[in-house]
């Protein structure tokens, strides 16, 4: 009785393999032989079926990582590679003293995770100038150089928040990142007249127009 492997990685089997797509369309009974296939995704149920079928070994190539535990199974095994670089990096950014291996770990990282990583835990502003400044002038490797060596290191970072939906303006001229929106519309009338006329749902403020002030 061989193994049945799930993986993302099909590179580590194919030297040898037989290949097959969609299916098992042949019995892996072969010994020593690899029986490796392509875009399928068996349940927990269906790859125990395959088990005692299997001579040597039968991997099947998933797109999603199986959401089962396989640890106690012997016969079954999860081999699967997550890119974390981009997950655990970023803190490391935040976090390491040593700086030169800061700027060696966050080369490869595209700067926008980096920055997504950045805007929870730094408000030094002459950073975030210095950011703006350089962000659209010099090469990518450039900003990574200055997030390695300008973001002072700290024991406690916070991970990137998730987007909610909230006034964005952009319909009527207002950038969605603008901090004073809300006080904008909160405190003056014509604007906010102008927001509940355009806007496809209105929130945070009352929906009824206000009126002009009397001469």
Not at 21 to 30: K, L, Y
Not at 173 to 196: H, V
């Amino acid at each position: 009785m061989g193994v049945v492997v799930i993986t993302n990685k099909p590179s580590r089997y194919e030297k040898g393999a037989v290949v097959m797509r969609g299916s098992v369309d042949r019995e892996p009974v072969g010994a020593g032989v690899t029986y490796l296939v392509y875009d399928c995704s068996p349940t927990k149920k269906e790859a125990e079926a395959w088990v005692p079928h299997v001579e040597y070994r039968l991997v099947f190539v998933a797109k999603r990582k199986p959401s089962f535990a396989t640890d106690s199974e012997a016969s079954i095994l999860v081999d699967w590679e997550t890119n974390s670089k981009w997950d655990r990096t970023p803190t490391a950014m935040l976090r390491w003293a040593d700086r030169e291996r800061v700027a060696k770990a966050i080369e490869d990282i595209p700067v926008p995770i980096l920055l997504s990583h950045l805007r929870p835990n730094v408000k030094d502003i002459g950073l975030w100038r210095l950011l703006a400044k350089a962000s659209f002038n010099v090469p990518e490797w450039w900003v990574q150089r200055i997030l390695a060596y300008k973001v002072k290191p700290t024991r406690n970072s916070r991970p990137p928040k998730r987007m909610t939906k909230q006034i964005t303006g952009d319909e009527f001229g207002y950038r969605s990142t603008d901090l004073y929106l809300d006080t904008i519309l909160a405190n003056q009338k014509e604007p906010a007249n102008e927001y509940r006329d355009k806007a496809d749902e209105v929130k945070h403020i009352r929906k009824t127009k206000q009126k002009g002030d009397w001469l």
